[in-house]
Every structure is written in C-alpha cells, then in structure tokens.
C-alpha cells in the first residue's frame, strides 16, 4: 500500500493580496509535527510552508496523489492557518458563507477542495486535518440534510473568558481573518474569487468516489486558538497522539479531543464519500 501526505503551514500571507501579511505564531510548527507523525508512519510526506502553501502548490500535490493512489491507498493532508468565510453565491451553504482557507497567494474556498478531493479514486482513503478556525465543514458545502443537522446552540468563543478555561496562558489569537479583512480582501480581488466561485459551483452535489474524513479543530461558527508552540487544536492532538502510542480510531481520537476541549472550540468529525464507516473505525493514522 502506498500513503503520502501533504503538510500545509502558513505563520503569514501575501501583504499584497491581503493587506496585510496576517502574522500567526505557530501554524508552520504544526504543519512540521504532523509532517514527522507522517513520516514516522512511513508516509511519502512532502511540506508546503508560507510562501510554497500556494492555490497552485497544493492544487497540483493534490492532482499528483490522486494520479498515483490506487484503492486501500492513504492520503493525509493537514493544514494549519487562518481560516475564513466569504459570502456564497451558490447558495449551497446555510449561512451564505463559504469556509476557506487562507493560503499564501488567495483563499481557496471549500467548494474548489471538495473538486480536488473528487479526483481520487474509489477505495483511496484521504484523511483532512485543519487546524484554522470557521473549519468545522470547510471539505466542502453542506447538504440540506447537514443544514438539518447543525447544532444552532454553538458559540464563538470569548477572547474575554478567562484564558484559563481554555488552557492557555498568554493573550488568545485565533486563526481567523477578520471580517473587515476578508470583505476587503474579496472587494480588492473580486475577479477572481467570482470566477473560482462558479468554476466550483459545478462540483456542487457530486458524490465523492474516496472515503474522505475531515478532522477540524472547530466548528463552522467558532475560531481557533493559536495555542503556545502549536495551535491548541494541534496541541491536543499531539497529546492524544502521544508519539505513535495511541492505538485508537479516528473516532476514538475525535472523542478525546471532544472531551478535552472547550465548549468555544469544539472540534468536528466529518465523514464524506465511501465505506466512511470502515475509515472512520480504522487505527488513526496508520497506513
């Protein structure tokens, strides 16, 4: 069997395309960890960092993986950014925004992801981690049944709370570009997000041929904290993980995060495609 993995870090963007080169603390050391989990597990694994994490880059990673990956095949693929909400114009998503996320040169929005992950073949198993705030769906829009099943009682977290109940101790930064600067960013290079939003519009109620898990470190509506050496979605899972000694599933290791993390950032499982269930119940992250 074959497994490669990808390995997205961003502690910055293009000032040029942004505003602002939107600095975070630790996004480049998570995508390192995961890039040596991976590794340790015998992954072909392959890193994108700052300015490399473009549209592009991980565009064509992706076409190369699933030209290759063959049934019984893994790819992982983990990023740690911002991540963002841009208004939906095709009217798949239930509260008219898209889940991006924030790579170097533009966002890419979870309708474009979902047409690359349509590209692999059945039987390949494809595992999503994000570490980026608004993360919770961002493999692709909803479904009217997945609009049913959204918990309307989730929260953003509170940057006001004490800092203790979320288990950090310096001031919180989250994974999330502004409102004020997504907005402008959209307006500043409105061309070009209109003409990906209807390239990927086509993609909208395919059904993936891989099984394809995404383990997210929030929900839709909430943020990401940045954490201290990695973000705090990051950290947990490096804990559970516990240097390869977790012997669980991927639903194992979503219920320890679930139990472990707070109500303002809760993470999410979500399952898309074929034999989900047999992914799901397989020992995390090994080949």
């Known amino acids: 069997m074959t497994a490669i993995s990808l390995h997205l870090g961003l502690n910055h ?5 942004y505003g602002s080169d939107q600095p975070l ?12 989990l991976a590794t340790g597990l015998g992954y072909q694994s392959s890193m994108l ?3 490399d994490a473009t549209v592009l880059g991980l565009s064509t990673a992706l076409a190369q993986a699933s030209d290759v990956l063959q049934p019984d095949d893994t790819f992982l693929l983990t990023y740690a950014g911002h991540g963002s909400q841009m208004f939906d114009q095709t009217g798949d998503e239930p509260d008219s925004l898209d889940e991006t996320w924030c790579l170097y040169d533009r966002m890419i929005l979870d309708d474009e992801l979902f047409g690359l992950y349509a590209r692999f073949r059945q039987g390949v198993r494809v595992v999503v981690v994000s570490d980026s705030c608004h993360s919770g769906t961002v493999a692709r829009a909803l479904s009217l049944d997945d609009i049913k099943a959204l918990d309307p009682e989730v929260a953003y977290p509170d940057p006001r709370d004490p800092l203790t109940e979320i288990g950090l101790e310096s001031p919180l930064r989250f994974r999330s570009l502004s409102n004020v600067f997504s907005r402008s960013t959209y307006l500043a290079n409105k061309q070009q997000y209109d003409e990906a939003k209807v390239l990927s519009a086509a993609v909208s109620g395919m059904e993936l041929q891989c099984s394809l ?13 940045d954490g201290e050496g990695n973000g705090y ?12 000694a977790f012997a669980g599933s991927y639903t194992d290791i979503f219920n320890q995060l679930n139990a472990a993390m707070p109500r303002r950032q809760k993470p999410n499982l979500l399952p ?4 989900t269930d047999a992914l799901q119940s397989r020992r995390a992250f090994i080949i």
């Open 13 to 17: 963007v293009s000032p040029s395309h």
């Open 25 to 36: 603390l630790n996004p480049v050391n998570d995508a390192q960890a995961m890039h040596n």
């Open 49 to 51: 960092l700052d300015s």
């Open 213 to 225: 898990l995404l383990l997210a470190a929030c929900q839709d509506n909430q943020l990401a904290s």
């Open 233 to 244: 979605f990051t950290s947990w899972l490096l804990h559970f993980w516990n240097e390869g």
């Open 272 to 275: 898309l495609g074929r034999d």
